[in-house]
Every structure is written in C-alpha cells, then in structure tokens.
C-alpha cells in the first residue's frame, strides 16, 4: 500500500515510517495539513495516516480538504491523536475520518 503518513512531529512520522516500511508498504510523509492535502492530491495514497494537532491546517480540516477532493475513491484516513475523550474522538468521524489511534504508537503488541 502506498500509506501517507501526515504528522508534524518528525520523529512520529520516522517511527510509522519505519513500521510501515518494514512491513512493505510505501510511505510518504507531510509535515502539515497543507503538504498532507497537496500530497495527497498528486500522489493518490491507499490510506491516510493523520495528526489532529498542527500549525496552520490541523488534521480536522486537511481531512475534511481530502474527502472533499477524493472523487469517487474511497482512501481511509485514520487519525492519531492524544486526546482520548469522547468529544475529540466523535470530531475525528464527523469531519470523515474512519477510524482513529491514540498516541503513542508502537509496534508491539499489546
């Protein structure tokens, strides 16, 4: 799969990078909402890796600007995020996302 992963964090994106990689798939990587939205309409990902909280375009309205521009594909966006009450995790849904993981992220098993 071709996953975009957008994060404004450089070391959560090398870590999903890393996991992603070593399972075979083809990452690429945004470092804001506007670079996920501009990346995602040149390079046409599988899947959609997305931080909430990022200067500038945060990851609610880059979901938003992806669904909105994604024709008749269907491209998943699950969010990572920090915040696990229930308000924050509806808004990841609302705005069209599909799923979403709490931080942090390893790739361990539980």
């Given at each position: 799969m071709r996953i975009l992963v957008v994060d404004d964090q450089a070391p959560n994106r090398g870590l999903l990078s890393y996991i992603l990689e070593d399972d075979g798939h083809e990452v690429l990587e945004a470092t804001d909402g506007e670079s996920g939205v501009a990346q995602f309409q040149s390079v046409a990902p599988d899947l959609v890796?997305?931080?909430?909280?990022?200067?500038?375009?945060?990851?609610?309205?880059?979901?938003?600007?992806?669904?909105?521009?994604?024709?008749?594909?269907?491209?998943?966006?699950?969010?990572?995020?920090?915040?696990?009450?229930?308000?924050?995790l509806s808004r990841c849904l609302e705005v069209g996302g599909d799923d979403f993981l709490t931080k942090p992220i390893n790739d361990r098993p539980c």
């Open positions: 890796l997305m931080d909430v909280a990022m200067p500038g375009m945060d990851g609610y309205e880059a979901a938003r600007t992806m669904k909105a521009n994604a024709d008749d594909r269907h491209v998943p966006i699950i969010f990572l995020t920090a915040h696990s009450d229930e308000a924050s």
